[in-house]
């Protein structure tokens, strides 16, 4: 099974690299994109076919190691 | 002073740790691996050096925080005993908790390597009695991601306890502004654990211990920890 | 190279043959060899002749590939081979010369200092970030193969013209990418060199250059001896990187670039800096026979290389390759370049302990051949011999071509009197300072750890880098010099002024000018006006070297930089390398204290001629470029090092780039020291200020010193005389024309940041 | 309007960063995870509610700036 785990900024925490974008895409006359927030995917294989498991170890992988809490949201979705 | 490194994959400035430690102490600090679990009987300090721990991927310090010595370096902090954490080690220690917050990309999104001036915050605590307090002191820096940033009730009880420990400043003091070399929260390059015994901080005081290379402000930090390790 | 249809072809073959067994899909994928095959590989007919005659029947599929790869440009210099040997490549001193992974010399005390500069060109035009990157990773294994631990890189870049709407972010992506590999490997990038030119708008140059040290009796080569040993791989795994970049590498750029992109490789920091670690440590283990890194044609060169120097056999089982992807062929695992992987022939007895320490660094470890006394290089996969060929041969019959050439046609000089000055001498000085070439590359540089491992006496921004050794006292110089624009005049000149530029930028902290690494950028050398170039610079450099006692001990070559027929300048980067005795008595280039003297060293007669003034002040660039008096360059770089040696002097600066005003507003910025300085009655003023005479230095000394000086100069036969004195926060060039020394180092220091920070165009 | 971005490594370009962080879920003792890519993801406000522009100028974007199409694949997704 597929499966992949987006992990993004919390609201409120600046993000220089999400606002960089923004100017970049503004000054190469792209227009249309009020904000920008940049975040993490990661795209994984699974060993399971069993989506409960496959769920709960993801969310365990996130608390772990994957995202930290204390400045970002995680989201896992399989495939 | 008995100094345990902890040793990374990607550590790379151990060996400069190793070298002010020993030249200030005269003692050789011992090396831990990242798989052991224990650490030398008798340690006074352990350091997480600097460096790239597996590669910094996914986010600096992270994969290095849950490394299984990271146990025993917290229980270490918990018996009371001190860690200094510079640059990646300071990264480290927010991954593991050690200490709050969190250390973002510098605000241009670019590595920076300079002198850079720090002023020391206050100099009761182990690491820093070796200098006056609202001394300006010139290390060096270099690092991609030592914005340290927190939420505000983690930033006005650090502020409110007196808990940083260098802020970014120019030759004369002055905070903040264009001396603030990556956009950290009120200038903030280190902050110490509540009891003080821990401190993490983003310049390297270990690569200024030599007249030579650059100065010797960095000297104080090592002979402050050696001068308490020996009081205690 | 091989073209885009060719690799469809094979891709959509491979698809259709997806259920069939593995070895079927090998087979399938393998086209029928013809001439047109071999000279998609980038093999010209002749070529492809000598093959057939070497080996007595047609190649195979896997056969063909190993030979493009051993004899294109970039593995068998064959434009070039027969010039570099006019280089000196000896000295006492000298422990390596050309020929292994990096030069050795011999620094005293049972140490050697290792160094070697490579391109990573057209790589780093493609993909800037990981070009660059993937470049300094290269040049570091060459250094750590060789059993040195790196101490030190530096780089010399060039770019397109700023306007240019990719120069921008190739800067960007260039410097980030440097930078990237070198911070988290974990060594000090030191110094560099940073142009822009028109010439560079469709290649770039990115050289990189490292510098190590090692015991000098405990120095490892490519050689493997004793057969029956295993030929072992180690690090990374082996995936379809980078198959044909060492094609890619020799072949001219033109609108299907495109088409090569995916031979970009990704280099990982964290992975080479686990096997710079791995491999030392297993080299104090006495295990290491012979080892080779896989750089440009990976395991191919390498396994070639290690039994040809040998005189033995190589037999290669590809089975045991560790692969990260899948189905791939043999011809892929021998061409593939993805980095950070070894080769080494292993002692039998200690192959458990040196398999113990790759693993407990996390690398992988596989046995996949061993040494034989065939003298054939044999690769075997699935069970069938994918090649069998003459592995002396396949080096030593490699095409050598002494190709058609002619002289570049010589420039007049400039009467220095026939220049009149367009603008006040103050604002051609605050303009010169700002400019592209001239300005502070601080926005560079501090992108660069340039201070780990805690040695770095002398940062970026002076003539040479200084780096202590150890504990010291002892110390390296080192530097990275070239002015394309006096070789593309005149390229005799311009190699000896890049060599003699190196030196001096050595001698002005003091250090004894030891050895050179160079990487000869060039155009298309079947054009004979670039071959005529490259043989000239070639020429240029070798008397320099001579004249300099200064040999020659690794490099190399980058031909075919060329896009939609147009060259770059010729550029010959030198990296220079230099001993100091005694770190604490290094001399740099800020004043240092007001009121004291300041003395001009060397003869000035006021050269103008391809010089910057000409080009940014008066809008043209013509005549010849100074001329280099090695003699002369070397009497005077004698006499400033002796005074440096014997502390008489406080600041010490070459006269490059920019000629004395220039030099000295660097000396003033620096040290936030004012000037003043008297011209020359006897020359022409745009002359004394902006010429680019060469052999000439700028030294302060107390004023009670300064006759002395003056005086040991002239029994020296050494030009020197007092020009001014240090104090104020002025730069005053002549009476009444004062600049304030803020607004010159604003003015130096805005332009990169300005242009940097400007919006992607 | 909000829109994501995807960009990911091609298939066979390495991808350390996936790979340390296989290693280091599998150290943590996370099972059943096979591989790992590593890739990024922009969360975007877009001003326009004309789905066919929107998609038109991500594409754009995603040229001109957002991926580096030497080494990376992008995809486009309106939310
Ligand atoms: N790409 C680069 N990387 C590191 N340092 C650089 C780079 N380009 C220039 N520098 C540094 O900037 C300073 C000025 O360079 P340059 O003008 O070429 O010096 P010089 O004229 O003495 O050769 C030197 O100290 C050099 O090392
Ligand atoms: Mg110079």
Redesign the pocket.
């Known amino acids: 099974m597929k499966a992949r785990v987006i992990v993004t900024l919390k609201d409120g925490i600046l993000d220089p690299q999400g606002k960089a974008i923004e100017g970049a895409l503004k000054s190469l006359g792209i227009d249309g994109i009020d904000s920008v927030r940049q975040g993490k995917i990661f795209e994984m294989e699974l060993a399971t076919a069993d989506r409960t498991a496959a769920a709960g170890m993801l969310r365990g992988a996130c608390e772990k190691l994957l995202a930290n809490q204390v400045i970002e949201n995680f989201q896992v979705e399989l495939l | 002073m008995n100094a345990a490194i902890i040793l990374f994959p990607g550590s790379n400035r151990e060996r400069d740790a190793i070298r002010a430690i020993e030249k200030v102490t005269g003692k050789k600090p011992s090396l831990v691996w990242h798989g052991e679990t224990a650490l030398p009987a008798g340690t006074d300090l352990v350091l997480l050096p600097g460096g790239f721990s597996y590669g910094d991927y996914l986010r600096c310090g992270a994969i290095a925080a849950r490394a299984p010595v990271m146990d025993a370096v917290r229980a270490h902090a918990a018996r009371g005993g001190l860690v200094l954490g510079i640059c990646n080690g300071f990264q480290i220690m927010v991954e593991a908790g050690l200490l709050p917050g969190v250390l973002m990309r510098n605000a241009n999104l670019r590595f920076v390597c300079r002198m850079q001036h720090l002023t020391v915050e206050r100099n009761d605590t182990p690491f820093t009695s070796h200098y006056a307090k609202g001394q300006v002191i010139k290390v060096a820096i270099a690092h991609g991601e030592g914005n340290y940033e927190a939420d505000a009730e983690t930033i006005r009880r650090l502020e409110g306890d007196s808990r940083v420990a260098f802020r970014y400043s120019n030759a004369r003091g002055v905070i903040g502004g264009g001396a603030n070399p990556n956009g950290s929260t009120n200038a903030i390059a280190g902050i110490y654990s509540e009891n003080f015994r821990v401190l993490g901080l983003m310049p390297h005081p270990e690569n200024l211990i030599d007249p030579l290379v650059g100065g010797i402000d960095g000297r104080g930090l090592f002979e402050g920890v050696a001068g308490f390790t020996r009081a205690a | 190279m091989l073209r885009t249809g060719c690799r469809i072809e094979k891709k959509t073959r491979f698809e259709a043959s997806n259920r069939r067994k593995d070895e079927a899909i090998v087979n399938a994928i393998e086209p029928d060899i013809t001439p047109e095959l071999a000279a998609a590989h980038g093999l010209k007919p002749d070529e492809y002749a000598r093959i057939l005659a070497l080996i007595g029947r047609t190649p195979s599929f896997t056969e063909l590939g190993i030979f493009s790869a051993m004899w294109n440009e970039h593995c068998s210099y064959k434009s070039s081979r027969l010039h570099l040997r006019k280089l000196p490549t000896k000295a006492p001193w000298v422990i390596q010369g050309p020929g292994e992974n990096a030069g050795v010399i011999d620094i005293g005390d049972g140490l050697a200092c290792v160094f070697k500069m490579e391109s990573h060109n057209h790589p780093s035009f493609i993909e800037p970030f990981q070009g660059a990157a993937t470049g300094v990773g290269g040049i570091l294994r060459d250094v750590f193969t060789m059993g040195a631990r790196p101490v030190a890189c ?2 010399l ?1 060039r770019f397109g013209a700023p306007e240019h709407p990719r120069t921008r972010h190739l800067v960007a992506g260039v410097v980030a990418g440097i930078g990237a590999y070198g911070n988290s490997f974990g060594v000090p ?1 030191v ?4 142009n822009f030119d028109k010439s560079y708008d469709g290649n770039i140059l990115v050289n990189a250059m490292a510098v190590g040290i090692a015991k000098a009796n405990e120095i490892f080569y490519a050689k493997a001896s004793g057969v029956g040993n295993k030929v072992v791989y180690l690090g990374s795994k082996t995936g379809r990187d980078g198959i044909h970049g060492a094609t890619m590498a020799s072949a001219a750029f033109d609108a299907d670039a495109e088409a090569k992109r995916p031979a970009v490789q990704v280099g990982d920091p964290f992975t080479e800096k686990l096997l710079l670690e791995a491999c030392l440590e297993l080299m104090q283990t006495g295990a290491v026979i012979a080892i080779q890194d896989m750089g440009a044609a990976g395991l191919t060169s390498s396994g070639v290389e290690m039994g040809a120097k040998g005189n033995l056999g190589i037999a290669l089982d590809l089975d045991r390759v560790p692969c990260r992807e899948t189905g791939m062929s043999a011809y892929e695992m021998l061409l593939s370049e993805s980095q950070e992987r070894m080769l080494m022939v292993l002692d039998p007895a200690k192959e458990r302990e040196a398999e113990a320490i790759f693993r407990k660094w996390g690398l992988d470890f596989a046995v996949i051949g061993e040494t034989t006394d065939t003298l054939r290089f044999t690769v075997t996969h699935r069970g069938q011999v994918k090649a069998d060929l003459p592995i002396k041969e396949l080096g030593d019959t490699a095409p050598l071509y002494d190709r058609p050439h002619i002289p570049s046609p010589k420039q007049a000089p400039i009467d220095p009197a026939s220049i009149a000055a367009p603008i006040p001498h103050a604002e051609a000085l605050a303009r010169l300072i700002a400019t592209p070439d ?1 300005c502070s ?1 601080r926005w ?2 501090e992108q ?1 750890d340039h201070l780990i491992l805690g040695n770095t006496v002398q940062a ?4 040479a ?1 200084v780096i202590r050794i150890g504990d010291g006292p002892k110390g390296l110089a080192l ?1 990275t ?1 070239v002015t394309q624009r006096y070789c593309q005049a005149d390229p005799f000149e311009g190699g000896k002024q890049a060599v003699a ?1 190196a030196w001096r ?1 050595l001698t002005a902290v003091g250090a004894r000018p030891r050895a050179i690494t160079d990487n000869l950028n060039f155009g298309n050398p079947e054009k004979p006006e670039i071959m005529g170039q490259l043989i000239a610079c070639i020429e240029g450099i070798g008397e320099a070297c001579r004249a300099l006692d200064f040999p020659v001990v690794s490099g190399n070559v980058s031909l075919y930089n060329e896009s939609s027929g147009s060259a770059i300048a010729p550029t010959p980067a030198i990296g220079g390398v230099g001993l100091i005795e005694d770190v604490s008595l290094t001399a740099s280039l800020p004043f240092k204290r007001p009121g004291e003297t300041i003395l001009l060293i060397g003869e000035t007669a006021g050269w103008l001629g391809r010089s910057l003034y000409l080009r940014e002040i008066c809008g043209c660039e013509i005549g010849a470029p100074p001329p280099v008096d090695l003699a002369a360059e070397r009497r005077n770089g004698d006499f400033v090092r002796g005074l440096i040696a014997s502390q008489t002097v406080t600041a010490v600066h ?1 006269i ?2 920019g000629g004395l005003a220039v030099a000295l507003a660097e000396m003033a910025m620096a040290g936030a020291i004012g000037a003043s300085i008297e011209i020359s009655p006897s020359l022409p003023t745009p002359g004394f200020l902006f010429g680019e005479d060469q052999a000439r230095y700028v030294v302060t000394a107390a004023p009670e010193s300064a006759a002395a000086i003056r005086d040991a100069a002239e029994r020296a036969g050494v030009a020197c005389e007092i020009i001014g004195a240090t104090g104020g926060d002025t730069l005053t060039l002549s009476a009444g024309t004062a600049i304030l020394l803020d607004d010159l180092a604003l003015a130096n220091e805005a332009w990169l940041p300005r242009y940097m920070a400007q919006s992607h165009s």
Do not use: F
Request: glycine share 16%; aromatic share 8%; charged share 25%.
């Open positions: 530096l780089n870049l990038t110094g560099g060199s940073t001239l590359k560079i540089y660069y970026p921004g002076g003539d880098a530097t010099d530029e930028n070459d490059s780039d």
